[in-house]
C-alpha cells in the first residue's frame, strides 16, 4: 500500500489494466452482486431530493419498487446500499436498445436534470473503498464479470487509475490526482 494522504492507495491501481467494456458484460455489475451499490447518507439525502426527476428514467417496476422501499437499504454488514429489485438488478438501472445496463442517475444528470451524477461507489468501480483507521483504503476489487474489462485494458495499455481519472478527481480533488500521476511516474521510473 501506498500512502497518499488522506488514501492508502493498493499497487494494484497502478499495475492492473482495465477498461470497461459494456459491449462484452452489458452492464452486468448493475445486476450481479448480493445487494445494490454502496451509498453515503450524503449520497442518500441528493437522491431522495432528485427522485421525481430521476424516475421517468427507470422502468415502471423500478419506480413502484423505489416508492415502496425507497432509495437505500442496508446490507447484511449494515452498510447502505441502494435498493434493489427482487432479480437483484439495482432500482436505478434501465436497459438500453443493445440490452446494456446503464444508470438512471447518470443519464438524468447527463440530461441536465439533476446535479447528482450517480453513486460515487459506481463511478469508481472497480476500486472499492474501506476505512482504514484514519485513511481511505483503495483496493482493486476484481471480479470475474470484468474480465473482458481487464482484457480491453491490457490491449490498451491503461492503468485502472487512469482509467477512473474522472471519478478518481470527482471523489478526491484536481490536486491528488495530479499528486497521483507523480507517484505512478516515480514507480515506472523506479
Known amino acids: 500500500m501506498i500512502i497518499h494522504e488522506p488514501t492508502l492507495i493498493s499497487e494494484d491501481l497502478f499495475d492492473k489494466q482495465f477498461i470497461c467494456d459494456l459491449s462484452k458484460c452489458k452492464g452486468a455489475c448493475c445486476i450481479e452482486g448480493?445487494?445494490?451499490?454502496?451509498?453515503?447518507?450524503?449520497?442518500?439525502?441528493?437522491?431522495?431530493?432528485?427522485?421525481?426527476?430521476?424516475?421517468?428514467?427507470?422502468?415502471?417496476?423500478?419506480?413502484?419498487?423505489?416508492?415502496?422501499?425507497?432509495?437505500?437499504?442496508?446490507?447484511?454488514?449494515g452498510d447502505l446500499v441502494t435498493t434493489c429489485l427482487p432479480t437483484g438488478e439495482c432500482n436505478f438501472a434501465y436497459r438500453d436498445k443493445q440490452g446494456i445496463l446503464g444508470c438512471?442517475?447518470?443519464?438524468?444528470?447527463?440530461?441536465?436534470?439533476?446535479?447528482?451524477?450517480?453513486?460515487?461507489?459506481?463511478?469508481?468501480?472497480p476500486i472499492r473503498i474501506t476505512k482504514v483507521g484514519t485513511f481511505e483504503a483503495l483496493n482493486y476489487h476484481k471480479w470475474d464479470i470484468c474480465k473482458p474489462a481487464c482484457k480491453?485494458?491490457?490491449?490498451?495499455?491503461?492503468?485502472?487509475?487512469?482509467?477512473?481519472?474522472?471519478?478518481?478527481?470527482?471523489?478526491?480533488?484536481?490536486?491528488?490526482?495530479?499528486?497521483?500521476?507523480?507517484?505512478?511516474?516515480?514507480?515506472?521510473?523506479?
Open 104 to 125: 438512471g442517475i447518470e443519464k438524468a444528470w447527463k440530461e441536465g436534470k439533476i446535479t447528482f451524477q450517480k453513486p460515487i461507489s459506481c463511478h469508481l468501480y
Open 152 to 190: 480491453l485494458g491490457k490491449e490498451n495499455k491503461m492503468p485502472v487509475f487512469k482509467f477512473l481519472k474522472d471519478a478518481l478527481i470527482r471523489k478526491f480533488g484536481e490536486k491528488w490526482y495530479a499528486e497521483l500521476e507523480e507517484i505512478a511516474e516515480a514507480r515506472r521510473q523506479a
Open 34 to 77: 448480493e445487494f445494490g451499490a454502496p451509498i453515503s447518507k450524503q449520497e442518500i439525502e441528493l437522491l431522495e431530493k432528485e427522485l421525481p426527476a430521476i424516475l421517468p428514467y427507470l422502468t415502471k417496476e423500478s419506480q413502484k419498487a423505489l416508492k415502496k422501499k425507497g432509495v437505500y437499504e442496508k446490507d447484511s454488514e
